[in-house]
């Protein structure tokens, strides 16, 4: 799971502490904009305290790279084909090939090159793709293969359709993401319809959810997409009904509340939070724990099984101390 810093990268403190809220909320890799020659200068002081690897975000100037490179950066983010000569590539690609380097080649549907829009008319998966191969194959004829590569398009059928073309054509890791996907609400929806169809194909290395908003909630985002695929089994989940005129209690105010308190357990359980005791313990019979709620008081059951009923106004706190005893 990765998201980018949006400090300036010159400005280390800054850059850090963003790191590291990152890190809290389970980031596990980050990117940060590499703009000028100080900012690369500045990713070894933000290296010697970062508890992320960090990857440099560097587009057409390979001086950039190397710098960043020297600078002890884990993976850099830039296409051959796009910083001049074939000297200044295999002087990148020396660096990496030294450091044991990953090169990741990123295609934008919105910088698709000029000919591939002619020849397809508008941008497509397959231009994306092909797009990719130039660089891969510039890459590939220089005998370096450690390569990851990201194919992003705010448009969901053609980011999917990208990425199923990709795989197709090589093993290399992917990256997924659907780019510039909008606010919090809108694009993580889409990220998840579309990030979500690619994991389920089998398909996807590293992710980024591209929200504008916090970074910190493109982790969270992130985060549900695995565990809905059952890709990520370490962490609580909390599901809930949507309520009905049967349901008497504060439901929705109870699961938000459970929801941001299991979070801190780091422990794989399933809490269920029902609004009725009709259907309640049944439909989340699969739930290590939970509730179903009655006339101002709540069950309290686990794997479908009653334990005990307590008032709602002590509902959350009763079934924590259950939840924490289980944990």
């Known amino acids: 799971m990765q998201s980018m810093t949006t400090s300036d990268t010159r400005d280390v403190k800054a850059t850090l502490e963003e790191i590291r809220r990152l890190a809290e909320v389970g980031c596990q890799i980050v990117r940060v904009a590499v703009v000028n020659e100080e900012a690369a200068r500045a990713i070894k002081a933000i290296k010697a305290d970062s508890p992320l690897p960090i990857v440099a975000d560097i587009h057409f100037n390979h001086r950039l790279a190397l710098i960043a ?61 092909e797009s990719a191969m130039r660089h891969v194959e510039i890459l590939e004829a220089l005998d ?94 909390v599901i809930a009904c949507p309520t009905c005129g049967r349901c008497q209690i504060d439901l929705i105010g109870l699961a938000n509340r459970v ?31 939970g509730v179903a709620g009655g006339d101002g008081v709540g069950l309290i059951f686990r794997k479908g099984e009653i334990v005990r009923k307590v008032k709602e106004t002590e509902l959350f706190e009763e079934l924590m101390k259950e939840i924490e005893t289980m944990a």
């Open 69 to 129: 490179l020297e600078s002890g950066v884990d993976k850099i983010r830039i296409n051959p084909g796009n910083i001049g000569s074939e000297e200044r590539v295999k002087a990148v690609v020396k660096a990496c090939r030294e450091r044991q380097v990953p090169i990741r080649i990123g295609v934008n549907a919105g910088s698709v090159e000029k000919h591939l829009l002619e020849k397809y008319g508008h941008p497509c998966a397959e231009a994306l793709v």
């Open 144 to 237: 370096y293969t450690n390569i990851v590569i990201s194919l992003k398009a705010s448009n969901v059928p053609m980011m999917i359709e990208s990425y199923r073309l990709m795989a197709e054509k090589r093993p290399y890791p992917l990256h997924l993401g659907v780019t510039e996907a909008g606010t919090i609400f809108a694009g993580s929806i889409k990220s998840a319809v579309g990030i979500g169809a690619v994991l389920a194909m089998g398909i996807g290395d590293t992710m980024r959810v591209s929200l504008a908003g916090d970074p910190t909630e493109e982790i969270k985002v992130a985060k549900e997409i695995l565990k809905s695929l059952g890709l990520r089994t370490q962490d609580p989940e």
């Open 259 to 289: 929801e941001g308190a299991v979070q801190k357990l780091g422990k794989p359980l399933k809490v269920a939070v029902m609004g009725c005791a009709v259907n309640g313990p049944g439909e989340a019979r699969e739930a290590d724990i």
